[in-house]
Protein backbone atom coordinates (compact mmCIF):
# COMPACT_ATOMS: atom_id res chain seq x y z
CA UNK A 1 0.00 0.00 0.00
CA UNK A 2 1.04 3.29 -1.13
CA UNK A 3 2.66 5.40 1.76
CA UNK A 4 3.34 9.42 1.66
CA UNK A 5 5.68 11.30 3.94
CA UNK A 6 5.49 15.14 3.35
CA UNK A 7 8.22 17.65 4.88
CA UNK A 8 9.68 21.15 4.19
CA UNK A 9 6.86 23.05 5.41
CA UNK A 10 7.10 25.89 7.84
CA UNK A 11 6.67 29.42 8.38
CA UNK A 12 7.45 31.99 5.35
CA UNK A 13 6.92 35.54 4.46
CA UNK A 14 4.45 36.89 1.51
CA UNK A 15 6.53 37.13 -1.38
CA UNK A 16 9.02 34.38 -0.02
CA UNK A 17 10.15 30.57 -1.54
CA UNK A 18 9.39 27.30 -0.24
CA UNK A 19 10.40 23.43 -0.94
CA UNK A 20 8.42 20.76 0.10
CA UNK A 21 9.01 17.57 -0.34
CA UNK A 22 7.26 13.91 -0.28
CA UNK A 23 8.69 10.62 -0.03
CA UNK A 24 7.02 7.74 -1.55
CA UNK A 25 6.61 4.17 -0.55
CA UNK A 26 4.74 1.17 -1.87
CA UNK A 27 4.16 1.36 -5.42
CA UNK A 28 6.16 2.36 -7.97
CA UNK A 29 6.45 6.02 -8.55
CA UNK A 30 7.56 5.79 -12.45
CA UNK A 31 3.76 4.50 -13.32
CA UNK A 32 1.60 6.94 -11.69
CA UNK A 33 1.13 10.27 -11.88
CA UNK A 34 2.25 12.14 -8.86
CA UNK A 35 0.78 15.86 -7.46
CA UNK A 36 0.01 18.05 -4.82
CA UNK A 37 -2.67 18.77 -3.04
CA UNK A 38 -3.54 21.52 0.05
CA UNK A 39 -6.37 21.96 2.70
CA UNK A 40 -6.56 25.52 3.73
CA UNK A 41 -8.32 26.15 7.17
CA UNK A 42 -11.72 25.67 6.64
CA UNK A 43 -12.12 24.65 3.13
CA UNK A 44 -12.05 21.27 1.21
CA UNK A 45 -8.61 19.55 0.36
CA UNK A 46 -7.98 20.63 -3.59
CA UNK A 47 -5.58 19.75 -6.46
CA UNK A 48 -3.39 22.20 -6.95
CA UNK A 49 -0.38 20.63 -9.33
CA UNK A 50 0.44 17.21 -10.96
CA UNK A 51 3.27 15.85 -12.75
CA UNK A 52 2.19 12.93 -15.66
CA UNK A 53 4.48 9.99 -16.47
CA UNK A 54 5.48 11.54 -19.94
CA UNK A 55 6.84 14.63 -17.63
CA UNK A 56 4.04 16.82 -18.62
CA UNK A 57 2.75 18.92 -15.49
CA UNK A 58 -0.64 20.88 -14.55
CA UNK A 59 -1.09 23.48 -12.20
CA UNK A 60 -4.59 24.52 -10.70
CA UNK A 61 -4.90 28.77 -11.92
CA UNK A 62 -4.26 29.62 -8.28
CA UNK A 63 -0.86 28.38 -8.06
CA UNK A 64 0.05 28.64 -12.16
CA UNK A 65 3.45 30.36 -12.60
CA UNK A 66 4.71 30.37 -8.60
CA UNK A 67 4.55 26.88 -7.98
CA UNK A 68 6.71 24.21 -10.08
CA UNK A 69 6.29 20.32 -9.41
CA UNK A 70 8.93 17.85 -10.02
CA UNK A 71 9.65 14.45 -9.37
CA UNK A 72 12.80 11.80 -9.17
CA UNK A 73 11.53 8.45 -9.87
CA UNK A 74 14.89 6.62 -8.51
CA UNK A 75 14.72 8.32 -5.01
CA UNK A 76 10.86 7.72 -4.98
CA UNK A 77 10.32 11.43 -4.26
CA UNK A 78 8.07 14.35 -5.68
CA UNK A 79 8.59 17.91 -4.84
CA UNK A 80 6.95 21.51 -4.80
CA UNK A 81 9.09 24.60 -5.20
CA UNK A 82 6.43 27.62 -4.01
CA UNK A 83 7.52 30.74 -5.32
CA UNK A 84 6.40 34.13 -4.47
CA UNK A 85 4.40 32.77 -1.52
CA UNK A 86 0.85 34.58 -0.56
CA UNK A 87 -1.33 34.66 2.65
CA UNK A 88 -3.85 32.69 0.78
CA UNK A 89 -1.05 29.65 0.39
CA UNK A 90 -1.40 28.87 4.10
CA UNK A 91 -2.68 25.49 3.83
CA UNK A 92 -1.51 21.49 4.80
CA UNK A 93 0.30 20.14 1.63
CA UNK A 94 -0.28 16.46 0.74
CA UNK A 95 1.10 14.51 -1.92
CA UNK A 96 -0.85 11.91 -3.41
CA UNK A 97 -1.24 10.11 -7.27
CA UNK A 98 -3.95 11.96 -8.58
CA UNK A 99 -6.44 9.53 -10.52
CA UNK A 100 -7.35 10.64 -14.64
CA UNK A 101 -9.05 13.85 -13.02
CA UNK A 102 -6.70 15.21 -10.27
CA UNK A 103 -9.25 16.48 -8.26
CA UNK A 104 -9.41 12.73 -7.02
CA UNK A 105 -6.50 10.86 -5.68
CA UNK A 106 -5.87 7.34 -6.04
CA UNK A 107 -4.46 6.33 -2.45
CA UNK A 108 -4.61 7.11 1.04
CA UNK A 109 -3.56 10.36 2.68
CA UNK A 110 -0.46 10.97 4.67
CA UNK A 111 -0.27 13.42 7.51
CA UNK A 112 0.71 16.46 5.16
CA UNK A 113 2.75 19.42 6.00
CA UNK A 114 1.73 22.76 7.45
CA UNK A 115 2.79 25.64 5.57
CA UNK A 116 2.17 29.54 6.92
CA UNK A 117 2.74 32.23 5.28
CA UNK A 118 2.25 35.40 7.21
CA UNK A 119 4.27 38.55 8.05
Known amino acids: QAQFVESGGGLAQPGGSMTLSCKVS????????MGWYRQAPGKEREWIAQ???????DYSDSVKGRFTISRDNGRKTVYLMMNDLKSDDTAVYYC?????????????WGQGTQVTVSS
Open 51 to 57: SRMNGIT
Open 26 to 33: GINVSIYR
Open 96 to 108: NAPARDPHSALMP
